[in-house]
């Protein structure tokens, strides 16, 4: 059974989706059974267009990506998810839905890209930088044992991550 990992921002337009891009696509590459989602508290309704041309740039097809709510998360027939990562301070600080499944929750902060000075040159270097360091967490993630791990020896490696 797949392990599902849904990644949380506030807008759902750039770490959040940098973030199931970033885990899609190393857990493709490693044959890993791990699938991840995207969603927001608030949607923007548009993804920031920085953060698909970072995913492109290293060959992640984005193609079906779109900003969308975590209220599609907690409907009848949603995937139930493993783990949900938070992934700006905003959306940390939310008082989240109920998650069916009681994952387990992890706060893994990046600062907004999107917020970077320099024009757009430094937006893109800001992206990179930051599509970089998420996919150096989902690295991390996807070497752990998921599937034999209790969902309390999976919160201790994940917080050991955060630190990382």
Same mark, same amino acid.
């Given at each position: ?23 899609? @696509? =190393?857990?493709?590459?490693?044959? +890993?059974?791990?699938?991840? *989602?995207?969603?927001? #508290?608030?949607?923007? %309704? ?51 839905? @109920? =998650?069916?499944?009681?994952?387990? +929750?992890?706060?893994?902060? *990046?600062?907004?890209? #999107?917020?970077?000075? %320099? ?46």
């Amino acid at each position: 059974m797949s392990t599902n990992v849904l990644i949380l921002c506030t807008h759902n337009s750039a770490r959040s989706v940098l973030s199931e891009g970033m885990l899609n @696509y =190393w857990a493709d590459r490693l044959g +890993k059974d791990v699938r991840a *989602y995207s969603a927001g #508290s608030a949607p923007s %309704g548009r993804i920031n267009p920085f953060a698909l041309e970072a995913l492109a740039n290293i060959g992640v097809d984005a193609a079906g990506f779109r900003s969308k709510s975590w209220d599609e998360f907690v409907t009848d027939g949603a995937p139930q998810m493993r783990v949900v990562i938070t992934v700006c301070d905003s959306a940390a600080a939310e008082e989240c839905p @109920y =998650w069916p499944g009681s994952p387990v +929750k992890v706060h893994w902060g *990046y600062a907004d890209p #999107s917020n970077a000075p %320099g024009g757009d040159e430094g937006k893109r270097q800001a992206f990179e930088l930051t599509r970089q360091a998420i996919g150096y967490r989902m690295l991390q993630l996807l070497m752990l044992p998921l599937e034999n791990m209790s969902n309390a020896e999976l919160q201790e490696s994940l917080d050991r991550i955060s630190k990382s």
